[in-house]
């Protein structure tokens, strides 16, 4: 696998765990973690140069990314295993992400069917929301 240089650590916060065994695109994107408190389980990442994009904040192809991947979590949590497809993501960019942000995320259920599962989240970076996705 490439050996992927970070430029500010990823310092999660307390309880976050690296997701292990991710694809090497997933590496990049990310690195990934995750914290489960309870039935509840959150996503996050740091912000690194490399999700920059020309005006210096978060690229808004990696917050999709990360919004895509939040059925991560969820499905952690409901003890679902398996790939599952993405059939339509929304997102609403409500503000520009610095570098070194930690973004997170705890992403809720809206509809769990046998063959779909429908979720909603807001996307925090430092706290602040950054992205409303579903």
């Not at 650590?9 to 990310?30: H, K, L, Q, S, V």
């Not at 919004?67 to 960019?93: E, M, Y």
Request: glycine residues 12%; charged residues 20%; hydrophobic residues 40%.
């Amino acid at each position: 696998m490439t050996q992927i240089m970070h430029d500010v650590a990823d310092n999660p916060p307390e309880g976050y765990e690296r997701i292990p065994n991710r694809t090497e695109g997933e590496d990049f994107t990310g690195p990934y973690y995750l914290r489960q408190r309870g039935d509840e389980v959150s996503m996050g990442f740091r912000v690194h140069r490399r999700h920059l994009n020309g005006a210096g904040v978060c690229h808004g192809g990696f917050l999709a990314t990360f919004a895509d991947l939040l059925g991560i979590p969820l499905k952690r949590g409901l003890g679902i295993s398996g790939i599952s497809l993405t059939v339509n993501l929304g997102l609403d960019f409500v503000r520009p992400v610095p570098m070194g942000a930690w973004v997170e995320a705890t992403p809720e259920v809206v509809r769990n069917t046998a063959k779909m599962l429908f979720f909603q989240t807001l996307i925090t970076a430092n706290g602040e929301v950054c992205v409303r996705a579903n």
